[in-house]
Each structure stands twice: as C-alpha cells, then as structure tokens.
C-alpha cells in the first residue's frame, strides 16, 4: 500500500528526514518511534502534503501513485488521512459543513454523486458515537473552544468520516488522560479493517495497549534505526530510548 | 506659486461643475445652496498631509474635467431583490418611470429637489465635498416617517451612475420620528466601464423611540470615484443600524458621523470590503457619545486581494456628560497579497471617567495552518479560501437586514476569489 524509499526531506533549510525507507501492507499497523526531534512528526506531515517541508530525495509510492505529486487535497481523495498533533480551530467554519464539502469533494474528483442529506447525517450520528462525540460539538465551528480530547476525538470523528485506505496519526495520545485516551483507541480499532494501514506515530508505549501494532519502528536521526514487533515498544517503555541512540551511532561510526 | 496653482484645480472644478449644473434646487434650500457656493470660494481639496485624507489621494478628482451628467438609460441590475418601495435615480437624476412609490399613511418619499429640507446637520463650511453637494445637489430620496409607523418591508433605493466625467452629486434626507421603525436596502452602482464621480451625501435624523436599520451595497466602476458621507443625530432610546457592503470600486471613500445626542441610544456600524486589483477603500467613521448610557458597536472587515490598499479609521468620542458609555470597536482584515496594503486606526477620545470602551484592530494573512487542515481533509486550495474568507465574512453577513441582499454579496466575495 505504502512504499517509502530513502526518503530526505528539511525544513528551512535543516535536514531532518535522512534516508528513511517503510513498507506498510493493507491491514497493517504500524507504530513509530523514537525520541524528541527524531523526525517523527516530519514524516506525518510530509506524507500528508504540509508544504513547509521540502522534500529533497527518495520516493513515496501509495497504490500506484507517487503521492509527493500530489497536492494535500489529492492525497485525501485518494484515501491518506492525517490526525493533526495540534488540530487547528477553525472559527466560524462549522465542522458538519466543511465535512460535508470534503466528502463531496472527494466523491467529484472520483466520479461518483455527491453524498445525500440523509445519508450524511445518518454518518454523522453513527460515527460522532464511534468516539462518543456529543452532538453540539459536531455541529460547532471546527474545533473551536474544543478540550485537548475533544480536538483529538474530533480527528477520530472526521477519520471515520472520511473512511480512509492509510490514516497516520500524529501523536494522538499526546495531552490525553487515560480516559480519553480509552475513548480514542476504541474507536481507532472498530476502524480497524484488511484494507485499512495504520501508521501511528507516538512518543509513549501507553497508546500502544490500546491500539496493538503489527510493527513498531524506532526514528532516530530521521532514519528507522530499529524495527520489532510490538514488544519492542516494551522495552523501550522500560529501557528509554539512549541504548538506541548508542547502538544508532555506534553502526554509524 | 504652487498654491496658486492649486486654487485654480479647485476653482476649475467650480466653474465646470457650474457651466454644467442643470437640477433645480428647492427653493426651501436656495439659502443653504447658496452660503455652500460662498463656502467654496476658499475650500481646497484636501491633501495627505490632512489627518482626516492621510491615506487617500484626492488629486485624480481634480485632475477631471466632471460634469454633470443625464438621465441616461442604464439598467438595474439583475439580481435587484423585488421590493414594494423602490426609488430609480440615474446619474443624479430621479428615475420616476422606473421607481414605484405606493401611498402610505404616515410615510413621505420624495426626491430632494421636491421636498421641503431648508437646511443641513452638517456644516459645509468644513468640507469641500459636501460643500460641493450643498452648493448643488441633484436628487437622491428623502423620507419622513410620521410617529408610532413600522414599516416592514425595507425601502429599496438604487443609485446608477453612468457615463464619462460624470459627477453625481445625490443628496438624501430621512427623518423618522418617534416610536416609528424603518429599514432601507441601498444600491450604489458604477455601470462598468463607465467614469463617473458619485459625490454622495445623506443626513439621518432618528426620533426617541425609533429604531432606522440601513444596508447598503456599494458597487463601483473599474475607474469611477465614490465619495458617500452619512451624517447622523440620534436622539433618547433609538438605534441606528448601518451595514456597508463595499463590493467593488476603483476608489471608495465612505464618512460616517453620529451624534448621539440623548441618553439610552445604541449606533452599530458594521462593514465589509473585499478590494482586489488596485482599488482604494477607505473607511472614516465618527461616534460621538454626548450623552449617558448610550452604546456604539462598530465591526468593520475587509479581505484585501491583489494591489489593493484599505483604510479604516474610526473615531469614538466620549465626552465629558456621556457617563456609562459603552463602546466597542473592531477593525479586522484579511491581506491575501503580499502586494495589497491595510491602513486601519481606530480612535478613542474619552472623556468621561465611568466607561466601557474597547478598541481593537488586527491585520493578517490567511492562515496558513488552517488551510492546510482543510486540504488535509479533501477540499482544495480555492474551496479552503473561501470557506476560512466567508467564515470571515459572515460576522458582518449575519448583521444584514434585509437577508435577499446576502446572495448579491456572497456572489461577488466567490467570483473576487476565483
């Protein structure tokens, strides 16, 4: 589904991405790794088209396409979703509105009618309950005065919404109590499905109980330095991140 | 030898707009008319380095040879809401063909030159422009609402302006007295292409007890010049609403003053402006609480496309009597060029100890991260504009009147963007 390969990109002009290369295969999960600055965000934004980084090298093959062609609003069509670190508020726009206008601009670019009035709101009842979204929120301009949990359940809303091929989530847990971070999970795992990547990037294990990965891959220097399953987060849980760091520079040196 | 040279600008404009007058005043404004003429003698236009014209540049009016112009046949525009009161003037002239008026009881409309107005609130000894429409005025409405009338559906009143070198000089006078309720729709429209000089002038006068509400949609001429000044006095209880809509317009200058001049009264004056190419808006407004316990509202807000330069400057005076005045004041702006440029200065002179005054003004770009997420979710570049812009929009949209009028704005704000 997704092949990235020796992948480079900078922000102003600072390399941060140095040649990192995954596969993710429909149905997978995949977790990413590593400590503060290693590029983990960077990869999220990149692969969903943020044009402040600059991709200097390495390809991004998503189902045929070359997504770095792509602009952010193709990348959505064709099925990449992105759950922002920092959703932002959005005054005055409503969330409903703006989703009905992406669905819709979704379905125009793939040739199909646009959705329906009711088959809308009956999608927004159903899935706003997915991650027990209340209804004045859904109905709110986009994240405005939102919680740090609500923002973030907003993003699993609009997901759900969006029914994605790859959804890469940029530290969802972040900022989230452990009852949030319940509500979350859960609906993250009922979209669980063969045809449906997860690449989800976190700096803690603790999301990790909830949301089980296939793969756990360890960024470190904008490059995946170590790759296990899920026990590998475990450990890193308990052993902290230097003894990568040291392995990552002893293979450099 | 410069300054000599300047009197005679002012002195050609005079002369032509003389040779070229062919209204007829009302003899119950003759005096008034002819003191203005008086005034005129030693008005000069005035310059940037004025306070009051710091950001707008007079010298391409004088540098026109303006006459004034027919009763050409312009059309109205399509997308004119269907409207029960509805007064045509063309070039300054009044369109009775094309307007209908039918009887009420208690309410008076009748163009300028037909009516009984002796005299101005506003001192044209101050203003070469309205000096300019005082010596002589051409026609624009004037309305009379007799006490305890409402009348619901909103007066529509359209000016057309047309033609090359033309100036307009359209004079308006509405007084509606106590306990009575009015709302107006008003159109200014530049035909395109056409070269004309709307030198626009009203005065409001609102009873106690009454409340006026005022839309108005100004459309200007990819070359043509708009100057409208509303001048107002508002006495006890009474509101004042005006929303401007200034939707396009090489160069627009809009002056708006309110006394109020008795307790308990409220002025909001809201606006929008979307300039794009090189078009020039300028915004001056004036709030002058007089009295205790009156509240102003002001929201103006403008997307700025292209070269374009904007000015907001809005004045809220608080004397020393107007205890309990609340005042509030917003200015905020959108610059979607690097290349357009937002001039905005609000104002407030308080002299009054026991108030609740906030000004505030703020200047940006899109934001960028907002765009982003929108896109993120499917919708594309253009479609994220105009959804942050609209929403932007919409705090000034929700104000209006009379709500047929949205879609003539909504439909610009799309097409400016496109």
């Known amino acids: 589904m997704l092949k990235i390969k020796d992948l480079h990109a900078s922000v102003e002009g600072k390399e941060i991405l140095k040649g990192l290369s995954l596969e993710v295969k429909p149905g997978e999960i995949h977790a990413i790794m590593g400590p503060n600055g290693s590029g983990k965000s960077t990869l999220a934004s990149v692969l969903a088209g943020n044009e402040d980084f600059e991709v200097t090298s390495g390809s991004v093959d998503f189902l045929g396409d070359d997504l770095l062609e792509l602009g952010p609003d193709e990348r959505s069509h064709k099925g990449v979703f992105l759950a922002f670190q920092y959703p932002v508020e959005i005054p005055g726009v409503s969330n409903i509105n703006f989703l009905k206008a992406a669905i819709n601009e979704r379905r125009e670019a793939l040739g199909e009618e646009p959705i329906t009035a009711k088959e809308f709101l009956q999608r927004v009842k159903e899935k706003a309950s997915l991650v027990e979204l209340d209804n004045k929120l859904t109905n709110r301009s986009v994240n405005e005065g939102f919680s740090g949990g609500e923002k973030k359940r907003n993003e699993i809303f609009q997901m759900a919404m969006l029914e994605p091929k790859l959804a890469i989530l940029d530290e969802t847990d972040s900022g989230l109590d452990i009852d949030a971070l319940r509500i979350v999970a859960n609906g993250v795992n009922q979209l669980r499905s063969e045809d449906r990547s997860f690449v989800v990037v976190t700096h803690y294990q603790r999301l990790l109980d909830h949301i089980v990965p296939d793969f756990v891959h360890v960024l470190y220097d904008g490059k995946i330095v170590k790759t296990g399953g899920k026990d590998l987060a475990l450990e890193l849980e308990e052993k902290g991140y230097d003894w990568i760091k040291r392995e990552a520079s002893a293979v450099t040196a | ?418």
């Open chain 2, 1 to 418: 030898m410069d300054l000599a040279k300047e009197m005679t600008k002012e002195q050609a404009v005079l002369d032509s707009l003389k040779s070229s007058y062919n209204h007829a005043v009302a003899d119950s404004f003759g005096s008034t008319s002819s003191k203005s003429l008086v005034n005129l003698e030693s008005l000069e236009l005035p310059t940037t380095k004025v306070e009051y014209w710091k950001y707008t540049r007079t010298g391409q009016i004088a540098n026109k040879d303006w006459k004034f112009g027919d009763l050409d046949s312009v059309d109205l525009p399509e997308n004119l809401p269907v409207a029960k009161h509805r007064m045509v003037f063309v070039n300054g002239h009044f369109d009775s063909k094309r307007s209908t008026l039918p009887e009420v009881e208690g309410l008076s409309i009748l163009p300028f030159s037909k009516s009984k107005v002796e005299d101005s609130i506003a001192l044209s000894e101050e203003d070469i422009f309205r000096a300019w429409n005082t010596a002589m005025p051409q026609d624009g409405y004037v309305i009379s609402l007799a006490k305890k009338k409402v009348i619901e559906d909103p007066l529509q009143m359209v000016f057309l302006y047309s033609g090359k070198n033309t100036i307009a000089q359209p004079r308006s006078f509405i007084e509606i007295a106590e306990n009575s309720e009015l709302k107006i729709s008003e159109f200014h429209i530049h035909t395109t292409g056409s070269l004309a000089f709307a030198n626009a002038h009203s005065e409001v006068i609102v009873g106690d007890n009454a409340h006026l509400k005022v839309d108005i949609v100004q459309h200007g001429s990819e070359k043509g010049f708009h100057l409208h000044e509303i001048f107002g006095e508002q006495g006890k209880n009474c509101t004042y609403t005006q929303n401007t809509f200034t939707l396009s317009g090489n160069w627009t200058r809009n002056n708006t003053t309110f006394r109020l001049t008795d307790e308990h009264s409220e002025c909001n004056l809201y606006g929008f402006y979307i300039p794009n190419l090189k078009e020039h808006i300028d915004n001056h407004t004036i709030i002058d609480h007089e009295k205790p316990n009156c509240v102003s509202n002001e929201l103006y807000r403008g997307v700025l496309l292209d070269k374009s330069t904007g000015v907001f400057n809005g004045k809220v005076f608080v004397r020393q009597d107007a205890q309990k005045t609340n005042a509030f004041q917003s200015n905020g702006n959108i610059v979607v060029s690097d290349t357009a440029t937002m001039n905005s200065k609000p104002e407030l002179e308080i002299y009054a100890d026991d108030v609740k005054c906030s000004h505030g003004s703020t200047t940006g770009q899109l934001d960028d991260e907002a765009v982003f997420y929108l896109m993120a979710r499917g919708l594309s570049k253009e479609s994220a504009r105009k959804l942050l812009i609209n929403a932007f929009a919409e705090d000034v949209l929700e104000k209006l009147v009379n709500e047929e009028l949205r879609e003539i704005i909504e439909d610009t704000i799309h097409t400016k963007l496109a």
